[in-house]
Structure formats: C-alpha cells, structure tokens
C-alpha cells in the first residue's frame, strides 16, 4: 500500500461515471459525483440499492478506467451519511441533482432523497493500493454490464 495524493483519487472518480463501491465483501457499482474532497452519491430509496451502507464506517472505491474498465487502484474511504442539517448538504446534493441523468423528478429530487434515501459522501483516506498490488483475481476481473 502506499499513500497516493487525494489529486489521483479525484481524477480518477472524476473521469468515470461508475465507481465501483465495496463493503462486506460485496462489490458495488454506483453512478455518483466528485463534489470537493469526496465521492458522493445517493443510495436506497428509489435510488441505487447499497443495503447497509450508512452502518459502515469505511468502504473501498475499487477505481476502473472509464476507457477499458481496466482496474487502476482501489482506495479506502470513511463513510459519511449527510442530513438536511449537515454542513455538505446542499453543495453535495446540488451537484448530485446536477449530475444525474434522466431524473424523474428533478425538481423535487432533493426533498425526495432527504425522506426516502441516504446521501453519502465517501471521503479518501489517502491509502491507495496500485492495480498491480492487488489480488490478481481482483484485478483481472472485469464487471459483468447488462445486456439489453
């Protein structure tokens, strides 16, 4: 393990519209948005299902290429649950409303996650393990997309 600036963190989560979220040994990918120091999304509710995150103090972003899904690194992060009251809320859940595509209700999208679901931020911790540091059967595996 080694410790990577926050910098190669963000491009990578940046440059890629799924994130790969893993936490009881389940593997989970998510749609979210960069937003400051943090990956933040919306899980539960009528939004992606990740059962349990909010009980979870850390996380690993499993980070891919977006060109060939290819595995870079993978970082750990703690998990933060916002509220209405919290001091992210609004920055994070203008962004994620920002940032979501095809939106049902994009006006009323925030009251809505603020009952049904949870907004996470999942922040860096700065331990990073390179792609080739991590367990070959983990690296040369490749997420299996729906097929239509």
């Given at each position: 393990m080694t410790d990577f600036p926050e910098a190669l963190v963000a491009e990578l989560a940046k440059k890629s519209g799924v994130v790969w979220v893993t936490y009881d040994a389940q593997p989970h990918p998510v749609w979210h948005e960069w937003v400051g120091d943090a990956v933040c999304l919306v899980a539960n509710g009528g939004e992606q299902p990740l059962p349990g995150i909010e009980s979870e103090s850390t996380v690993t972003l499993v980070l891919r290429s977006k060109a060939n899904r290819h595995l870079i690194a993978e970082a750990e992060a703690t998990v933060e649950v916002?509220?209405?009251?919290?001091?992210h809320?609004?920055?994070v859940t203008l962004a994620l409303r920002t940032g979501r595509l095809n939106l049902h209700d994009r006006d009323s999208a925030i009251e809505r996650w603020s009952r049904e679901s949870q907004v996470i931020r999942l922040i860096p911790t700065g331990t990073v393990t390179q792609a080739a540091d991590v367990s070959s059967a983990i690296a040369q595996s490749v997420p299996h997309l729906a097929r239509r």
């Open positions: 916002l509220t209405p009251a919290s001091e809320w609004d920055v």
